[in-house]
């Protein structure tokens, strides 16, 4: 397994990291999902990230629990705030009293001191970003975060949000979570440049399209039990699937088999060929598919191979 710096700080995470959204504390058991985990920590992955909302807090439980057999020092763990987690009008969002809450509640659920990465879910647009940021700084300074984190902001809210930390003197965002893959490369044009210069990396997430780059959903099949099955990723893979990015897999498919990798370790190497992301993250309902994945970390695709890519996917 390679590491790469995160951001403009010091701590280095692993290349491939292990997600637990729609899986630990879901579609997979407490059992399997520890199995997965200590697999993960095996083959040299660092980096786990849940958040509050996935399944209200049990995807902590079962991530946290499970990496308890390990030094807390030899690991990175992430979580989020800002989907709502009650019916009230303060259950949600970036208010500094949703903020401390839910900080508190995710150390509570996860038994643990600390939080290594801190993320704001999604930008709230209700929330004077001072207040957020100051929030997140306080509790930086009370050692409960190490570090700070956005998800899904454009680069202009990024931009915003280091403007207003350098001007109090506050910390500063050191990574962005964004969608990532071969069919979705939204954060080319604006958000990689501004983030590479202002010291930000990127956390991808669905870097195999919600298993699309597998290989797996042939033809718009989706076999029973995988993730796909589950409700909400059946309507995003509907929209995703089609006659045109059946041929696309198919033929990365092909170049994947003349470089002896799999499909899957064909589309993480080709997200990790970006400098700015430091870790593409990946999900699991098995121990094997976390093996696989991390051997991404080891393939690196050169100019001939990234062109190929590149006339595949412009079809």
């Known amino acids: 397994m390679n590491y790469r710096r995160l951001g403009r700080s010091g701590l280095k ?44 807090g049990q995807a902590e439980i079962v991530m946290s629990h499970a990496l308890k057999s390990f030094p807390r020092e030899s690991y990175v763990l992430t979580t989020k705030a800002f989907w709502p987690m009650g019916e009230g009008p303060n259950d949600r969002g970036l208010s500094r009293k949703h903020i401390m809450e839910q900080v508190h509640s995710s150390l509570k659920r996860m038994e643990l001191d600390y939080i290594d990465i801190f993320y704001c879910h999604r ?19 009370q050692g409960k975060i190490l570090y700070v984190g956005v998800s899904e ?16 003197l506050l910390d500063r965002i050191i990574v962005n979570q964004p969608q990532y893959n071969m069919f979705h490369r939204d954060i080319e044009d604006e958000i990689l440049p501004m983030c590479e210069k202002a010291g930000v990396s990127q956390v991808v997430w669905s870097p195999l399209a919600q298993g699309v780059l597998t290989g797996k959903y042939k033809d718009g099949t989706i076999p029973q039990g995988s993730r796909a099955s589950n409700e909400q990723v059946n309507s995003w893979m509907k929209k995703i699937i089609n006659d045109i990015v059946d041929r696309k897999v198919e033929l990365l498919g092909q170049l994947a088999n003349e470089l002896d990798i799999t499909l899957a370790q064909l589309a993480l190497a080709w997200t990790l060929r970006q400098h700015n992301v430091a870790s593409t993250l990946v999900g699991a309902s098995r121990p094997d598919q976390i093996v696989e994945n991390a051997q991404a970390s080891q393939v690196v695709l050169g100019y001939e191979e990234l062109q190929k890519i590149e006339e595949i996917l412009t079809i």
């Open 13 to 56: 995470v692993s290349e491939i990291s292990l997600g637990s959204w729609l899986t630990f504390g879901k579609t997979v058991d407490e059992k399997s999902a520890t199995e997965i985990i200590h697999q993960a920590y095996e083959v040299g992955i660092n980096f786990f990230d849940s958040a509050n909302v996935y399944e209200r």
């Open 153 to 168: 902001w454009t680069a202009a809210q990024i931009q915003e949000a280091l403007t207003v930390a350098d001007r109090y």
């Open 123 to 141: 930008y709230d647009q209700e929330t004077p970003l001072d207040e957020t940021l100051r929030a997140i700084d306080d509790l930086i300074r």
